[in-house]
């Protein structure tokens, strides 16, 4: 009987180290920090108005009154990058003395589609990570012009690809497998 | 108040104290690397994004750095300098250069040859309150800037023209 359980854990342990995002972003700021993430309650409701952005499969884990310090940010991405792996690219990163606000953007190719890491942390609202998975005509925009999509999105990583109206309707099919982030930081943690 | 920046030959590395040194505002880094490049590729498929597509699936990396200031002055000519002399290199040479009193902003393009063949391009846009530095990582051709300008992160309106006969340098424009 021990030993079935020693090979579902070995299982489910190889499962969730196999695949890195938002949990192992989410793992890495908690035993950094000795903090909590929680949940978007009704994060469904955002997802009629996602269908035909090119976004999809949003996954959120919020961090409230916690912000990283901004002579941390740079251990914190060094840490950020081992711990995600070479599959996930670093893409873009800002840092706004202004607005007191660090943001760093991941990208990963899977399945003939990019899915994006953001990390970002401001006075106001705290520490946000989000994941997405973008269509193509979505990375496109983000490629076209990098600087103005990470500067102009909103917590959701999403603004500036709702507007765009004529991308195909790719988000649906992902949909049934959103909302997934809290019990994949779960799992995440009991294997560990 | 030196920005540090440093130029390995293959990539981009922007030392980290550039944040906590500068006087920037707002720095934002943008890296498209050979892979992100190639995806981008996949996806342009208008006629019109031909000529970027044939030019971008050649590069092995796009790396932008922009630096934002609140009031003009609060970088000068010494901090860009340690830029500058990383490019005077024998690899390195410096094709254009605009100065645009009115818009108070100076473009500096060189390209990077090895072997007869230009295997990088570096752009330094300077403007009162916004620093640009652009690397380029690959066979491009000056030419085909234009193809670029206004995406990846590259600052809108820098074209080269070929230089003619009666030119020594090739011209740049800067449009708004």
């Known amino acids: 009987m021990s030993r079935a359980w020693l090979l579902c854990l070995l299982l489910v342990s190889s499962a969730a180290t196999a695949e890195t995002g938002i949990a192992t972003a989410v793992r890495l700021v908690e035993s950094r920090y000795a903090v909590r993430h929680h949940g978007v309650p009704g994060l469904w409701l955002a997802k009629p108005f996602m269908i035909g952005s090119g976004v999809s499969g949003l996954k959120v884990a919020e961090f409230d009154n916690f912000h990283i310090p901004a002579e941390d940010s740079y251990t914190l991405k060094q840490q950020l990058s081992k711990s995600l792996g070479a599959e996930w690219h670093p893409f873009v990163e800002e840092w706004s003395k202004r607005d007191r ?71 649906a099919e992902d949909h049934a497998a959103e909302d997934q982030t809290d019990a994949e930081i779960a799992s995440s943690h009991a294997a560990k | 108040m030196k920005l540090k920046f440093a130029l390995p030959s293959a990539m981009l590395v922007l030392a980290s104290g550039i944040t906590a040194g500068a006087q920037a505002i707002k720095v934002v880094n943008v890296t498209l690397d050979k892979k992100m490049l190639g ?134 424009e800067v449009k708004k």
């Open chain 2, 39 to 172: 995806l981008a590729s996949k996806f342009m498929d208008d006629e019109d994004d031909a000529a970027g597509k044939r030019m971008i699936s050649k590069l092995n990396g796009i790396y932008v750095r922009s630096l934002e200031f609140k009031n003009p002055g609060e970088f000068t000519a010494a901090d860009v300098e340690p830029i500058h002399a990383q490019l005077q290199g024998p690899e390195w040479s410096h094709i254009v250069s605009v100065n645009s009193k009115a818009e108070k902003e100076n473009v500096g393009i060189y390209i990077k040859t090895v072997n007869n063949q230009t295997v990088g391009m570096v752009i330094l846009a300077e403007e009162p309150t916004e620093l640009t530095f652009v690397q380029l990582d690959g066979p491009v051709n000056p030419e085909d800037l234009g193809e670029l300008s206004g995406n990846f992160g590259i600052p809108k309106g820098i074209h080269v023209t070929p230089a003619n006969k009666a030119q020594e340098q090739p011209k740049t």
């Open chain 1, 101 to 171: 606000e660090w943001s760093v953007i991941y990208t990963k190719a899977q399945e003939g589609k990019i899915s994006m890491l953001i990390v970002t942390s401001d006075n106001g609202d705290g520490l946000t990570v989000v994941q997405i998975k973008l269509s193509p005509k979505a990375l496109d925009q983000w490629v076209d012009d990098p600087i103005g999509s990470a500067t102009h999105r909103n917590a959701t990583g999403s603004k500036g690809l709702v507007a765009q109206k004529d991308v195909p309707k790719q988000a």
